[in-house]
């Protein structure tokens, strides 16, 4: 019976006004934000929530406070709007002659390191097939592509990949990047555990890299000195040439963004320093035409890479 009654209530319009209630927090505004008189605004609240059974938000005299159910609701209603939002920009693509659109979610180590040159060879030959790509860490990928934000992931090789299609995209090496007086910058190779006496600048706290070091130092009973979080390898490069200490990121990424600040890099002996790249999806045979075409380039690179 819900179901049926939310295929009736949830209009466009009404999805709107709950996300600017909640974003607003009085009835007042929200109306004012969506340019709906109070009146009407209230009225298509009371309706929803009376054809659905249920108390979406609590009524105070400062304002309106969302119910669990309405936090509920709330999710769905932004996925929904930007789904449609999405679907505005797919067919202005079209009108405007985009024959396809295809939506990326991968991770910092895989748009920094490969996807320039893999998307830049794609275009090339499918000029009117449209990329949105988004960076988000690696677990977010692989949420994003479950839940149906994008049709394509890459991830880190060591996340868990739930139900999705998994097959191996490149592969990386992590090395330590430092400034070129630090103690270890003559060596060729240290293990990780070598490099605990050292301040770290890391990523944020969500990386797969980050995630990953924290593990290592756990594992050697050692704690990782961390004095700073920040967002990206060009930023980790900076912090260390600045002396906030050193850190990991990988050999490709150091080539482009730390060897040309004068920095050092040195190979770790770890096993884990040698990481897999990974396309995910939900389905090969559920993909678009567009997004086949994309996934099977990708997959192919990896072919010639390795022969």
Same mark, same amino acid.
């Given at each position: 019976? #819900?179901?049926?009654?939310?295929?009736?209530?949830?209009?466009?319009t009404?999805l709107?006004?709950?996300?600017a209630?909640a974003?607003? $927090?009085t009835l007042?505004r929200a109306?004012?934000r969506?340019?709906?008189?109070?009146s009407a605004a209230?009225k298509?609240?009371v309706d929803?929530?009376?054809?659905l059974?249920v108390?979406?938000?609590?009524?105070q005299a !400062?304002g309106?406070?969302?119910t669990?159910?309405? *936090?509920?609701l709330?999710?769905?209603?932004?996925?929904?709007?930007?789904?449609?939002? !999405?679907?505005?920009?797919?067919?202005?693509?079209?009108?405007?002659g985009?024959?396809g659109?295809?939506?990326?979610l991968a991770?910092l180590?895989?748009?920094?390191?490969?996807?320039?040159?893999?998307l830049?060879?794609?275009?090339?030959?499918?000029?009117?097939i449209k #990329?949105d790509?988004? *960076?988000?860490?690696?677990d977010?990928?692989?949420q994003g592509?479950?839940? $149906?934000w994008?049709?394509?992931g890459?991830?880190s090789?060591?996340?868990?990949?739930q139900?999705l299609v998994?097959v191996?995209?490149?592969?990386?090496?992590?090395?330590?990047v430092?400034?070129?007086?630090?103690?270890?910058?003559?060596?060729q190779?240290?293990?990780f555990?070598?490099t605990?006496?050292?301040?770290?600048?890391g990523?944020?706290? /969500?990386?797969?890299?980050?995630r990953?070091?924290q593990?290592?130092?756990?594992?050697?009973e050692?704690?990782?000195?961390l004095?700073?979080?920040?967002?990206?390898?060009?930023?980790?490069?900076?912090?260390?040439q /600045? $002396?906030?200490? #050193? $850190?990991? #990121?990988p050999?490709i990424?150091?080539?482009?963004?730390?060897?040309?600040l004068?920095?050092? /890099?040195?190979?770790?002996?770890?096993?884990? /320093?040698?990481? *897999?790249?990974?396309?995910?999806?939900?389905?090969?045979?559920?993909?678009?035409?567009?997004a086949?075409?994309?996934?099977?380039?990708?997959r192919?690179i990896e072919?010639?890479?390795?022969?």
């Amino acid at each position: 019976m #819900i179901t049926r009654n939310l295929l009736r209530r949830l209009d466009l319009t009404t999805l709107q006004l709950l996300v600017a209630v909640a974003e607003e $927090g009085t009835l007042t505004r929200a109306a004012e934000r969506e340019a709906i008189a109070v009146s009407a605004a209230s009225k298509r609240l009371v309706d929803l929530e009376s054809s659905l059974g249920v108390t979406l938000f609590v009524r105070q005299a !400062k304002g309106m406070q969302l119910t669990p159910i309405g *936090e509920t609701l709330l999710q769905h209603a932004r996925r929904m709007l930007l789904g449609v939002e !999405k679907l505005g920009l797919e067919l202005s693509e079209h009108v405007q002659g985009v024959r396809g659109y295809v939506r990326m979610l991968a991770n910092l180590s895989a748009i920094v390191q490969f996807l320039p040159e893999d998307l830049r060879a794609f275009i090339v030959l499918h000029e009117r097939i449209k #990329i949105d790509l988004e *960076e988000r860490p690696s677990d977010g990928v692989v949420q994003g592509v479950a839940d $149906g934000w994008a049709d394509i992931g890459i991830c880190s090789g060591d996340v868990r990949v739930q139900d999705l299609v998994s097959v191996r995209y490149r592969e990386d090496r992590l090395i330590v990047v430092m400034p070129p007086d630090h103690p270890l910058a003559g060596q060729q190779q240290v293990s990780f555990s070598d490099t605990l006496d050292s301040d770290y600048v890391g990523l944020h706290s /969500a990386s797969s890299i980050y995630r990953r070091t924290q593990l290592a130092a756990y594992q050697a009973e050692r704690p990782l000195r961390l004095r700073i979080h920040v967002p990206g390898f060009d930023a980790v490069c900076r912090m260390v040439q /600045a $002396g906030m200490g #050193i $850190g990991i #990121i990988p050999r490709i990424a150091y080539e482009s963004l730390g060897q040309p600040l004068g920095l050092r /890099a040195v190979d770790l002996s770890d096993a884990w /320093a040698r990481r *897999e790249l990974r396309l995910v999806v939900r389905d090969e045979e559920g993909l678009s035409p567009c997004a086949r075409l994309f996934f099977d380039h990708l997959r192919q690179i990896e072919r010639n890479t390795v022969r």
